[in-house]
């Protein structure tokens, strides 16, 4: 997911300050905004940059399984979108935009850094019918991109057998090509040993990067805001350019963390988005007076800043349990149905969604005790779009992880023949789709609005939804055509075009859905609506994560078995994700009527 700020955000408004267009202009703009557009590439570069590495890292150097990066990766997402809520409401009260977005960058630089610190790669072991065995890898290189001639064995009495998976999900053990031994579907288990610290630090440094994200997500745009005064003609479009400068540091931290990663090992990869946050910070802090009277702290407001401070590294260890508890979640009991489903979620699982389920009708039933009816309407109209925001995102959010173990594996990476595409750097297309296409879909739609015929808000969201389905239909199709001919690989620009399909997709949902709110929603509550709309979006994140479970694949040492199974695997889990995306957008398009008749003319 590429941010879209779409609107100012109406938990931190605008202090109001005299527009500073007469004192000179960047592009027709308040100056300001080129040092606000630069500090956000950059923050957005460091974010970005280990977002393509996390999962990678998780499975290849933590050899965590499948099941556990792509759950620790979700619920790390879920909180990067949560945390905002709090910080934006500590500087709309206390701090003031500026000091967050400073005291932020500084935390978020400590825990990319600190994620750097991997010590040495976990060792892999097999269970074998319930004994233990040694694992050893030939040619093992610690980085996002495995050797071609990597291969593992198991140590038997002294001698090394080759572990190959075979398609009825066996294992055998090989001699010099010779099966010696073959084990039973579930009678090979891989594990690890990891080093109980370099976890704990990992915890940690994700916990960092998230009550840093906190305080620095919300404010960077709020400051923005504050160029313009109230009906300025050229906000929507300062936005759009504080836009660009999102998808341009996505764009590069992809690209160049994955190159160090692969150069040097995984600890320059992560430390070049500790720099590029350390940047971000140097540009607000030693701002040359360019931002003075910008973000301050709000008129009256006491001074806590210290106990702010303190508080958020409290929340550290908080965080760090909540990441413990998912970690060490147990699965739930066999036949206990949706309820026991519920019942075995982490706490960090309950917590969101059990909030969610209960703010939803808890405002509607508000609304319709305390507001007009037309009032009410607006608001269930805003609450049914929400819900189906958790499906789009829910979906959309498999770039990071299940995508990206898809890209490693079963993807032909070659690029025009020029040079090899590492998995982390494939998440690059979303963004590049986003530059390209975000000016040509504004076009579209003033196009279609001149004529009376752009689609509504719900028929958006219902082409977004079936627009994230038909990606993952476009990439099942090429998936058709892998064989072991080709080592069961997709071509990469099948994967490029499912990336083209999302990324279409999300320029119909994202850049209206803050908007959307902030009109729908009574006065007295919006700001509580669009904390339930990010509650939406960080619900959806962790459910991307669970999603990207039902994608897992058996690996030895972060390597799976068996490619074939490899590739069924992820293909049938795409094919069920995506049926799901395209019959909500068709729930979505029929609901779109009755959705309009009660949103009263807001488009």
Not at 131 to 141: I, K
Not at 269 to 289: E, K, N, P, R, T
């Amino acid at each position: 997911m590429v941010d879209t700020p779409g609107v100012e955000e109406p938990f931190s408004p605008a202090s109001g300050k005299t527009n500073p267009a007469d004192k000179g202009t960047w592009f027709g703009h308040p100056r300001q905004l080129a040092r606000l557009f630069t500090t956000e590439m950059w923050e957005r570069f460091g974010y970005y940059g280990m977002r393509a590495l996390l999962t990678l890292y998780l499975t290849k150097h933590f050899l965590f399984s499948d099941q556990q990066a792509t759950g620790l990766y979700g619920g790390y997402t879920a909180l990067v979108y949560l945390t905002p809520l709090i910080g934006g409401l500590l500087a709309d009260q206390f701090l003031g935009s500026k000091r967050a977005v400073k005291f932020g960058a500084l935390v978020m630089a400590i825990g990319y850094f600190t994620l750097a610190f991997g010590g040495s790669p976990a060792k892999p072991y097999a269970m074998i019918d319930g004994q233990r065995y040694e694992v050893v890898v030939d040619n093992f290189v610690d980085r996002p991109t495995s050797s071609p001639n990597e291969a593992r064995f198991v140590v038997d009495n002294g001698k090394k057998l080759q572990i190959r998976g075979n398609e009825d999900s066996s294992v055998s053990l090989l001699d010099n090509g010779t099966e010696v031994k073959r084990v039973a579907k579930g009678g090979f288990e891989a594990g690890a040993d990891r080093n109980s610290l370099t976890v704990m630090i990992m915890l940690i440094a994700l916990s960092l990067i998230s009550v840093g994200n906190g305080f620095f997500k919300p404010n960077i745009s709020t400051i923005v805001g504050t160029l313009y005064d109230q009906g300025d003609k050229r906000r929507d479009a300062g936005f759009t350019i504080f836009y660009m400068g999102i998808n341009l540091g996505s764009v590069l931290g992809q690209f160049f963390c994955p190159i160090l990663a692969d150069t040097l090992g995984w600890w320059a990869g992560l430390s070049l988005a500790g720099v590029g946050m350390l940047i971000s910070y140097g540009l607000m802090q030693f701002d040359g007076g360019r931002l003075t009277g910008y973000g301050d702290r709000p008129d009256g407001a006491p001074n806590k800043d210290v106990m702010i401070y303190i508080g958020a590294l409290i929340a550290v260890p908080v965080l760090v349990f909540l990441f413990f508890n998912l970690m060490n979640s147990p699965p739930p009991a066999e036949g206990s149905g949706f309820v026991g489903y519920l019942l075995s979620l982490s706490l960090m699982g309950k917590l969101l969604f059990g909030t969610f389920i209960i703010a939803v009708p808890a405002i509607l039933a508000w609304s319709y005790a305390k507001g007009t009816r037309t009032e009410a309407q607006m608001m269930t109209a805003a609450m049914v779009l929400i819900v189906f925001n958790v499906f789009f995102w829910t979906l959309f959010e498999q770039a990071g992880s299940s995508l990206t173990l898809f890209a490693d594996r079963n993807t032909n990476r070659d690029f025009l023949g020029l040079f090899t595409m590492s998995a982390p750097q494939t998440q690059q297309f979303n963004p590049f789709f986003i530059v390209v296409f975000a000016p040509i879909m504004s076009i579209v739609w003033t196009t279609l609005a001149k004529r009376g015929l752009e689609p509504s808000i719900p028929v958006k969201f219902a082409i977004a939804l079936a627009g994230v389905g038909a990606g993952f239909l476009f990439l099942v199709w090429g998936s058709t055509f892998a064989s072991a001919g080709n080592n069961w690989q997709v071509g990469l620009w099948w994967l490029a075009g499912l990336y083209l399909f999302h990324s279409l997709a999300e320029l119909c949902i994202s850049p209206v859905g803050l908007s959307m709110i902030t009109k729908l929603s009574i006065a007295r509550v919006v700001g509580l609506m669009m904390g339930v709309w990010f509650l939406s979006i960080s619900v959806a994140q962790y459910f991307a994560g669970i999603v990207a479970q039902f994608s897992s694949v058996d690996t030895v040492g972060g390597q799976v078995t068996n490619l074939k199974v490899s590739l069924d695997t992820y293909m049938h889990t795409f094919t069920t994700i995506a049926w799901i995306a395209i019959g909500a957008g068709v729930a979505l398009f029929l609901l779109s009527w009755p959705l309009k008749k009660w949103m009263h003319g807001v488009n």
